[in-house]
């Protein structure tokens, strides 16, 4: 099994920036593809980055040259840098993980990822 723990959301103006952190613990975290996924209020649930186990990274188009995903695997920790945010950023932000593939070519889906945090709220004023 393994647990996620999101931390670092919170309120910042447009242009500014945040960093999310997901904490894992439980076995083999580093053979476990690691996903940025947010959710707006009333909105499906939807894919922002994902990060391999060798460290092949993909966004969704609407982050592309603003967030970055990154990956410690000592620390047992990734994180999503997230710069020159915009209203239409704010959502609660989920970490997600998942022993399948991740790919630089596609996204996998919501589904194929069995380990979830309870999300942390980005809220993100004009």
């Known amino acids: 099994q393994v647990q996620l723990v999101e931390s670092g959301g919170g309120s910042v103006q447009a242009g500014g920036s945040l960093k999310l952190s997901c904490q894992a613990s439980?076995?083999?975290?580093?053979?476990?593809?690691m996903a940025w996924f947010r959710q707006p209020q009333g909105k499906e649930r939807e894919v922002v980055a994902t990060i391999s186990t060798a460290g092949i990274k993909r966004y969704a188009d609407s982050v592309k040259g603003r967030f970055t995903i990154s990956r410690d695997n000592a620390e047992n920790t990734h994180y999503l840098q997230m710069n020159s945010l915009k209203p239409d950023d704010t959502a609660m932000y989920y970490c997600?993980?998942?022993?399948?593939?991740?790919?630089?070519?596609?996204?996998?889906?919501?589904?194929?990822?069995?380990?979830w945090g309870r999300g942390t709220q980005v809220t993100v004023s004009s």
């Open positions: 439980g076995d083999s975290w580093s053979n476990l593809c």
């Open positions: 997600a993980a998942t022993r399948q593939y991740c790919s630089s070519d596609y996204f996998l889906s919501r589904t194929s990822f069995p380990y």
